[in-house]
């Protein structure tokens, strides 16, 4: 089997571990990309800590780009040579699901534990999130890749795999906003600002931030936010309604932190639906007063990964950036090597709203 070079995770909390480790070749209707970059998500760090439990020694990194090198003999509409993103959305195509187009929800398993990689002598190592990107190349199921035409830069691509999917597609395809109606976006982070640009690319009327951070706030005007609305006060759903004149048509909650759940609720108008993005640790609960969302008839959704269908929703997205429509390179706040990669993670620690990229 070929040797790469990975960052693994031995241990939950401890830094990753630079070493070598397996990669066998694709099989079936598998691909082989021998990644570019790798963009560092919040929720590699969430795994890394052990909030969300699952087995180690474990690779993680799910939001990359790169090029085919390998394909397995049932691999089709992918080349070798091909420039990939490549996402965590593995879907087999047939189970209900995807025959609804719910890719994101696909019924079909995934056990990582005996994935493509072993480590050098051999043993157990999890490919997290079936992708195991920060590693100098993947291998991956077929549907998890979409091709990329020019003029996209792999480090600007690699945050369509999940940041920018997960933002945008809560906004068009979880709640479905129309032109006019107005929109609160909790969390002006990565996923948030990408929920930003889905309601401005939706034609929102109002397109509230809302934040702890002033600095955030900043940013977010900057990918669209018509107001800015500081979390720390006593009642920023208060400070929401003032600027909207009304409450929202839908709340994006894109921070994992339940008792901002429990808040959600009161910024919503009459008719006007909760999305919720972000992920709480396991075991976290939030309350609401149920009675309202049948008064009012409002409703809480759950969006994975913006609900996407990756091969109908990133070429759209592409294609804005290259007009000019969508900001990507605008996400990235550094770029850092595989070595550098415990350095970068606690650089995305200190509550950057950017993304870090691990370039290869
Ligand atoms: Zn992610
Ligand atoms: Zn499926």
Redesign the pocket.
């Known amino acids: 089997m070929p040797t790469i070079k990975a960052a693994v995770c031995h241990e939950f909390g401890q830094p990753f571990v630079i070493e070598n480790i397996d990669i066998r070749a694709p099989q079936d209707a598998e691909v082989e990309v021998t990644l570019a970059a790798c963009a560092i998500?919040?929720?590699?760090i969430t795994y890394a800590s052990g909030a969300w439990g699952g087995s180690l020694p474990a690779v993680y990194g799910?939001?990359a780009a790169g090029t085919v090198t390998a394909i397995g003999p049932n691999t089709k509409d992918v080349k070798i040579g091909d420039k990939v993103v490549v996402t965590?959305i593995r879907s087999c195509g047939t189970c209900p699901s995807c025959a609804s187009a719910r890719p994101t929800n696909c019924e079909e398993g995934y056990e990582g534990d005996h994935g493509p990689i072993k480590t050098a002598d051999g043993g157990k190592l999890h490919q997290a999130m079936a992708c195991g990107g920060f590693a100098e190349k993947v291998v991956v199921d077929a549907s998890q890749v979409v091709t990329l035409p020019d003029g996209i830069t792999m480090e600007a691509a690699s945050l369509l795999a999940?940041?920018v999917i997960?933002g945008i597609g809560a906004v068009v395809n979880a709640a479905k906003v129309r032109p006019g109606q107005d929109v609160v976006v909790i969390g002006a982070g990565g996923v948030g600002l990408n929920a930003i640009q889905g309601a401005k690319i939706a034609g929102a009327r109002r397109i509230v931030a809302v934040d702890m951070e002033p600095s955030k706030l900043d940013i977010a005007r900057e990918f669209g936010a018509t107001d800015a609305v500081l979390a720390s006060t006593d009642a920023p759903w208060r400070d929401a309604k003032a600027a909207m004149g009304r409450g929202a048509d839908a709340v994006l909650v894109t921070v994992g932190i339940a008792p901002v759940y429990d808040q959600a609720p009161k910024y919503l108008a009459k008719g006007g639906n909760i999305v919720m993005v972000g992920m709480p640790a396991s075991g976290a609960f939030s309350q609401y007063e149920a009675a309202n969302f049948a008064a009012a008839g409002q409703g809480m959704i759950g969006s994975k990964m913006g609900d996407v269908v990756i091969k109908r929703d990133i070429p759209w997205m592409v294609d804005l950036y290259k007009q000019g429509r969508l900001k990507l390179d605008e996400l990235i706040s550094g770029t850092w090597s595989l070595d550098q990669i415990n350095d970068a993670i606690d650089d995305t620690k200190t509550g950057a709203a950017k993304r870090n990229v691990i370039v290869f």
């Open positions: 998500c919040h929720s590699d799910h939001e965590l999940c940041g997960t």
